[in-house]
């Protein structure tokens, strides 16, 4: 008896040594949890989750039109976007949020969405009750979400000349997916988001007009357009269901025609009112005369005309030589200013002793 049980003790050593050890320390998947599973509109409720990238930009959401497992039918536009709200993940994984209750656009069953925006793209779904919200069953689902990118996605298109003058870059996202999941996916809703730097993307969503069957591929063209005057290192990131398909860089340059505008307008515009300040300058100065032109006279006030007084003859002085003889005095002369009279009328002492 002792040998048989010290061989099943072996044989038991020998069985847990052959088994594959389980991962120590696995971390688990992100999980959430809600303070309540119900709540009227104008309440707050408690969000906290445990297990997700530590530093990772979370976004909180109540959507309709949604169930555990199924996703959010329709997307974003089922949910009350404007009442949304954003957590931050601490060191150890874990957040925690106040959420105020609000009617999603679409009727319950409703989720309380949270997912991730930077860092982790993981996205976890909890049931809630909206109370007093319309319900409505869930509509057929577009396929189960299984699509998966087969080949590497590219951009497609270029820059024209408004590009250089500062319109807003244009491309087009364009990748091969397959439906890897047994229900056809119809109509497929993709979200298109850029980024720059250390800033979050920020998505918009772009519908897929087409069906693809189970274990069928198709390639997606998806546009996406940058802000006007956009120029350094953006990425291009595509998301399905709350899983992001595609990262593509794209490199923008910078638009020199703006520039280049300004450059010109900033020499223009000094010379445009340098003339017409030389133009005003030209108007109001008088024209200048060419050379050998007389100098027009200068008008001046007539001065009156004064008449030349007729002078009166004076009457000769008693005693004076000559004065039987009439003394001629010219019109034009004064008696004082009259000229003498010459030598030879004098009396000379020609013949005298």
Excluded at 55 to 77: D, E, F, H, S
Excluded at 252 to 260: A, C, D, K
């Amino acid at each position: 008896m002792r040998t048989i049980r010290t061989a099943a003790a072996l044989l038991a050593v020998l069985a847990l040594a052959l088994l594959p050890a389980a991962p120590a320390g696995a971390a688990p998947g992100p999980a959430v949890e809600l303070s309540q599973p119900e709540g009227g509109k104008g309440g707050e409720i408690t969000v906290s989750g445990s297990g997700w990238k530590p530093g990772a930009l979370l976004m909180l959401l109540i959507c309709g039109q949604a169930a555990p497992g199924k996703g959010v039918i329709g997307g974003t536009n089922s949910c009350a976007n404007t009442d949304g709200r954003a957590a931050t993940v601490d060191a150890r994984g874990a957040f925690s949020a106040k959420l105020p209750v609000a009617e999603p656009p679409k009727p319950c069953p409703c989720v309380v969405h949270v997912a991730g925006v930077t860092g982790q793209q993981d996205a976890v779904d909890r049931e809630f009750t909206v109370a007093g919200h319309p319900t409505a069953p869930l509509p057929e689902a577009s396929g189960d979400g299984r699509l998966a990118v087969l080949a590497a996605a590219r951009l497609d298109g270029s820059s024209g000349l408004l590009v250089w003058f500062g319109a807003p870059p244009r491309r087009e996202v364009v990748f091969t997916v397959g439906n890897l999941g047994s229900a056809p996916v119809r109509d497929p809703v993709f979200e298109v988001g850029t980024s720059h730097g250390v800033f979050a993307p920020q998505y918009e969503e772009r519908q897929w007009r087409g069906t693809i069957a189970p274990g069928r591929k198709a390639v997606v063209r998806l546009p996406a357009e940058l802000t006007a005057g956009a120029h350094g290192d953006y990425q291009v990131s595509v998301r399905y269901a709350g899983k992001v398909l595609v990262e593509q860089p794209w490199g923008v340059g910078r638009p020199w025609g703006v520039t280049l505008f300004w450059a010109l307008l900033a020499v223009v515009v000094p010379a445009a009112l340098f003339r017409i300040g030389m133009a005003v300058v030209d108007r109001v100065r008088p024209a200048a005369r060419p050379a050998g032109t007389p100098a027009r006279p200068r008008r001046t006030r007539p001065r009156p005309r004064i008449r030349p007084r007729t002078p009166v003859p004076a009457a000769p002085a008693p005693g004076t030589p000559g004065d039987d003889e009439p003394t001629t005095v010219l019109p034009w002369f004064s008696p004082d200013s009259a000229p003498s009279a010459p030598e030879s009328s004098s009396p000379t002492t020609k013949g005298q002793v």
